[in-house]
């Protein structure tokens, strides 16, 4: 049975990773410049998905005014999230930003949660997505549509911070606030920036899933844990290895319960474990990550 | 001074929008003089909560034709088993409920064993597992359980639908554990076969892998139990899974139909035969239509038989717990759900079971 499905659970695995890169993507960027891990980060990816949910559903916004609408939202959400409640504890010690993210997260969950209910929403209410096969595998247009926007918005991601003026100024702060600072780069302007791109990102990422998949106040937690671990299986300051990390999990989750070995196969329940045990095995022979620089040639680098 | 001012504004917008929408959506007639007290244990937030309000609506409806001599406090389990036994111990002793209406197979199989250490009677209103079956002598199940449910559906499956190779899928909690090992049991017994049982978990809302082994020795149908059916099915169409679907009582929620849409057109699912013909019944459903905008679902029916039934029994026994157990296992109350509701010694109630299937939007009575 093992070969007949394989390009299926390939398929399902590039999918999966092209949505969890796309939060990782944020993640990533705010611990290279901010040096916390922002909890709150897949709750970005909940308010672009409700807020697309209320201005094309609720509201019957033309759907690429719809789109625009919520992911510049998003961004500003991000913005001004920072600015309130990470932006204080900036200089405090690596557990308190932390802690205010996940209480941010529960925050937003809890207002989404009042405003909208529990009951799970949907983007396209009853519309079946045709599938197309190729070569063994079958992928609906939305599908296709996920692969592409997100692979397009990481490459145009890394031309923005390799050629922007911004980008460059986020790279430098990644590598160095203090210098930077010194510089004549404005700290501030510049998180406000990252923040407003990642959380963009990560709504983008939420409007992609709620069409994909349904819309749920706590939609954003697992797609957190994932980030989360593809960023630390990447390298966490490499916005490559967050996207490397984000399609190994992504294939490991598809493959681990998909195929059988000796008749058996991987229980559901274990389908997060996989993606963890295969953070922790790659860890082990390198710490850094697949992408990440040991700490070594950082020091020899600065 | 200028981040305690913030904090202090955060708040202040918050709150008022908490407390209104809190009001609106899950109103409770709280009063501490009422004559009776029932108690809810529902799922209202996370996976099932689509079960949790249908049944939270059905008992507002009955809390409102009741009155004042009842008060109806409901707690939500977020389908956690922890937090429903919070909610049993904040019933029992904080609100002192004289009864309890409980949904959810592993929050009403956790809070079985302390029924009678409160000396509080339970009756189920949606859960389904086999083993709520003699649970507790205070615990009553107002749906037929998985025993009698997947049972049925088995057998039409392969005496009336002629199948005989089914694959299941089905969410990996207590009530589809139990519905999916007595569809088993009773399916092989007939003769048939099981060619795959998938489980996904119920914080997944990619199926596409499951379902892909479904499809491993090429199945006449796939039976499915659990939460977030329309989406499974949805994928499954999608994926271009042609095998009709089968499932249970707890398929008939009309969240199944927004979320699946075309994709559940044609799901053949067993269901408790409803006094559907009653006035009762037709007054309950323009109620419910009126009141909320949308259609009422099984648990809507029976969380309101629940919430009646306990009103009844505790107000002619006056609460006398023993009284009430007794009346419930000797006398025939009449109800939505049926006209002839009375329990077994192990708390079951036999129910007369119908195939339905979803036609143009509607559940529908299954014609061949």
Not at chain 1, 108 to 130: C, D, E, H, P, W
Not at chain 1, 144 to 155: C, D, E, G, K, R
Not at chain 2, 201 to 226: C, H, M, W
Not at chain 2, 341 to 350: A, L, M
Request: charged share 20%; glycine share 8%.
């Amino acid at each position: 049975m093992n070969g007949s499905i394989l390009p299926q659970l390939f398929i399902n695995g590039i999918i999966a990773g092209a949505i969890y890169g796309l939060v990782a993507l944020g993640l990533a960027l705010m611990y290279g410049v901010a040096r916390f891990l922002n909890f709150a980060h897949g709750e970005m990816t909940m308010l672009g998905a409700y807020l697309f949910f209320t201005f094309y559903v609720l509201l019957g916004w033309p759907i690429v005014g719809a789109i625009i609408s919520a992911v510049i939202l998003a961004g500003v959400a991000g913005c001004i999230f920072e600015k309130l409640f990470f932006k204080p504890v900036r200089k405090a010690k690596d557990i308190v930003p932390l802690v205010v993210s996940i209480g941010l997260s529960i925050l937003l969950q809890s207002m989404v949660l009042l405003l909208f209910g529990a009951n799970i929403k949907t983007l396209r209410s009853g519309v079946i997505s045709v599938g197309h096969r190729f070569a063994g595998f079958i992928i609906t247009d939305i599908q296709i549509v996920i692969i592409v926007v997100a692979l397009t918005l990481m490459v145009l991601l890394a031309l923005y911070l390799k050629y922007s003026k911004t980008g460059k100024a986020i790279r430098a702060l990644a590598d160095s606030q203090d210098i930077a600072q010194i510089l004549g780069i404005n700290v501030n302007q510049v998180i406000s920036h990252l923040f407003f791109i990642g959380s963009a990102l990560a709504g983008i990422a939420g409007i992609l899933v709620g069409f994909e998949q349904n819309l749920e106040p706590t939609m954003g937690l697992s797609l957190t844990i994932k980030a989360f671990a593809a960023i630390v299986l990447g390298g966490v300051t490499n916005i490559y290895g967050a996207v490397l990390g984000a399609f190994v999990i992504g294939l490991a989750e598809n493959f681990g319960i998909g195929l059988e070995f000796f008749g058996h196969s991987i229980p559901s329940g274990y389908k997060d474990a996989i993606a963890f045990f295969i953070m922790i095995i790659v860890l082990l022979f390198r710490p850094q990550g697949l992408l990440g620089r040991k700490k070594e040639e950082e020091s020899r680098k600065e | 001074m200028k981040k305690i001012l913030t904090a202090i504004t955060i708040l202040l917008i918050i709150s008022p929008l908490a407390g209104c929408k809190l009001r609106k959506d899950n109103p409770q007639n709280i009063d501490r003089e009422a004559a009776i007290k029932v108690g809810g244990i529902l799922i209202m937030t996370g996976k099932g909560s689509n079960w949790g309000v249908q049944a939270l609506r059905g008992a507002q409806i009955a809390n409102e034709e009741i009155g004042s001599s009842l008060s109806l406090i409901v707690e939500d389990s977020q389908y956690d088993t922890k937090l429903a036994l919070s909610a049993f111990e904040k019933l029992t002793s904080v609100d002192h409920v004289d009864g309890i209406v409980s949904m959810g197979s592993g929050m009403t199989l956790a809070i079985a064993p302390k029924l009678e250490d409160k000396k509080v009677i339970a009756i189920n209103a949606g859960a389904v597992s086999p083993k709520l079956s003699g649970a507790s002598k205070y615990l009553f199940n107002i749906v037929p359980l998985s025993t009698q449910d997947s049972k049925f559906i088995a057998d039409q499956a392969y005496q009336k639908l002629d199948y005989r190779r089914v694959a299941m899928i089905s969410s990996n909690d207590e009530a589809s554990a139990g519905a999916t090992q007595v569809f088993q049991e009773e399916f092989t017994k007939l003769g048939g076969v099981i060619s795959a049982d998938e489980k996904f978990l119920s914080t997944d809302n990619d199926y596409r892998t499951y379902l892909l082994k479904t499809q491993k020795e090429n199945p006449d149908a796939i039976f499915t139990v659990g939460t977030s059916l329309g989406a499974v099915i949805k994928q499954a169409r999608e994926m271009g899974i042609k095998q009709p679907f089968i499932s249970n009582s707890p398929f008939e929620l009309p969240d199944n139909i927004t979320q699946g849409g075309q994709a559940v057109e044609g799901v053949v699912y067993s269901n408790m035969k409803l006094e559907e013909d009653s006035p009762e019944f037709q007054t309950f459903q323009k109620k419910y239509r009126d009141k909320f905008k949308t259609e009422p679902s099984l648990y809507s029916y029976t969380a309101y038989d629940c919430v009646k039934l306990l009103y009844a029994y505790l107000s002619d026994c006056k609460k006398d717990l023993e009284c009430v157990r007794n009346k419930l296992l000797t006398n025939r109350f009449s109800g939505l759900t049926s006209n002839n509701i009375i329990f077994d010694e192990k708390g079951e109630i036999q129910s007369a079971m119908q195939l339905k299937t979803v036609k143009d939007g509607q559940f529908v009575k299954y014609e061949e």
